[in-house]
């Protein structure tokens, strides 16, 4: 179950793979766990010095928008969820930032032994978590930092379509991470546990998000002035796409990017995909602060969904580059394994 298909050089990491270690865990790339991480400073730090060290020039594009190019990454370990033992604390002071920083370090380090009936999984070196910051959580908007509720008509769907069926009776009932095909939106853009990396590219008329984990490449129209909906007209409602359909326009220094016509194939709210299917909505806002960082806000509106729209802030912190290819498919011996796996479970127990 341990099938993995890399290669890596002492200089750096030049290309990747996926992995499964067992049951229920995922397919996971191994690039740019060396080299294209910003060692020294995660997008947490970067976010955090003090106010006067970030006055700073906007830098503009040859034809004058606000420059965002270049390559960027959110690694960190502030969870998207404020943890329940912080319940009442929506930032850190800096002895509770070094003493949490240490714990969940610890928490998460893979050096340890796995738990009984765990196959574990490759070891602390591939990891690039980054650190906290002093938020709790990255959702800044809802009043307790975590994921409003459901609704119920979005329960019951869940309840139903799980009914019966166990964790990998198909390829189906896996991951689209897992799958090798795509963390959809809002997932593409949160961090987790590495590769969680991107090159901005900008024309007059488009910008370009390469997304380094799962290697998708999302290209977004500008619209401007009056020509806006010609210029980038909406997609019909009957196409959608695993990425949705983005349209972009500036204001002021901020790019402000929504997202609508996603299909209905990814409906998980998790680490490593999440989005919500066909109804969602989502708006972000990318600012650049400093020659090294980017305020990047998204807020997922989907009243099908969620009882009210929440928004969460993911710092963005510069480095030198460049990001590798993710060949998620070409090593993707896992989700045989999985499936397999399951097989033998059920024949072992008799079904």
């Given at each position: 179950?341990?099938?993995?298909s890399?290669r890596?050089?002492v ?5 990747v793979?996926a ?19 910003p ?5 947490a ?25 270049g390559y960027?990454?959110?690694?960190t ?11 009442d ?6 002895e509770e ?13 893979q ?9 574990g999984?490759?070891n602390e070196?591939?990891?690039e ?16 930092g975590?994921?409003?509720g ?6 019951k ?23 090798c095909?795509?963390?959809?939106l809002p ?11 991107y090159?901005?590219l ?8 390469h997304?380094e984990?799962?290697?998708d490449?999302r290209?977004?129209?500008?619209r ?21 359909s ?8 901020t790019l402000?990017?929504?997202?609508t016509?996603?299909?209905d194939?990814v409906r ?25 960082v ?20 993911v710092?963005?912190a ?10 998620c498919?070409e090593?993707?011996?896992?989700l045989?394994?999985?499936l ?8 072992a127990?008799?079904?």
């Amino acid at each position: 179950m341990d099938g993995m298909s890399r290669r890596f050089s002492v200089a750096a990491v030049a290309a990747v793979a996926a992995v499964v270690v067992g049951v229920g865990v995922t397919a996971v790339s191994l690039a740019a766990q060396s080299s294209s991480a910003p060692v020294g400073r995660p997008a947490a730090a970067a976010a955090q010095r003090p106010a006067a060290a970030r006055t700073w020039v906007p830098v503009k594009t040859p034809w004058g928008d606000p420059d965002l190019q270049g390559y960027w990454t959110n690694t960190t370990t502030t969870p998207l969820q404020r943890p329940a033992e912080l319940k009442d604390k929506a930032v850190l002071t800096d002895e509770e930032l070094a003493a949490r920083d240490k714990l969940v370090q610890d928490r998460a380090n893979q050096d340890a032994a796995p738990s009984a009936g765990n196959p574990g999984t490759y070891n602390e070196f591939w990891y690039e978590r980054g650190r906290l910051n002093r938020r709790t959580s990255l959702i800044v908007d809802t009043p307790d930092g975590r994921l409003p509720g459901l609704t119920d008509a979005a329960r019951k769907r869940a309840e139903d379509e799980r009914r019966g069926r166990g964790p990998a009776d198909s390829w189906t009932d896996r991951s689209a991470y897992e799958r090798c095909i795509t963390r959809s939106l809002p997932g593409a853009m949160l961090p987790g546990f590495y590769n969680h990396n991107y090159h901005l590219l900008q024309t007059p008329d488009h910008v370009v998000i390469h997304v380094e984990m799962i290697h998708d490449a999302r290209i977004i129209p500008i619209r401007r002035g009056r020509t806006a909906a010609t210029a980038a007209p909406t997609l019909p409602p009957t196409i959608r796409q695993w990425m949705g359909s983005s349209r972009g326009r500036w204001e002021g220094n901020t790019l402000v990017v929504e997202t609508t016509h996603f299909n209905d194939k990814v409906r998980e709210q998790g680490l490593i995909a999440f989005s919500t299917g066909e109804n969602l909505t989502l708006v972000e806002r990318f600012t650049r602060t400093a020659d090294d960082v980017i305020d990047y806000e998204f807020t997922v509106n989907d009243p099908t969904f969620y009882s009210r729209p929440w928004t969460a802030s993911v710092p963005m912190a510069k480095f030198e580059g460049p990001i590798f290819e993710y060949a998620c498919h070409e090593g993707n011996h896992g989700l045989a394994g999985i499936l397999s796996g399951a097989r033998a479970e059920e024949k072992a127990a008799g079904r």
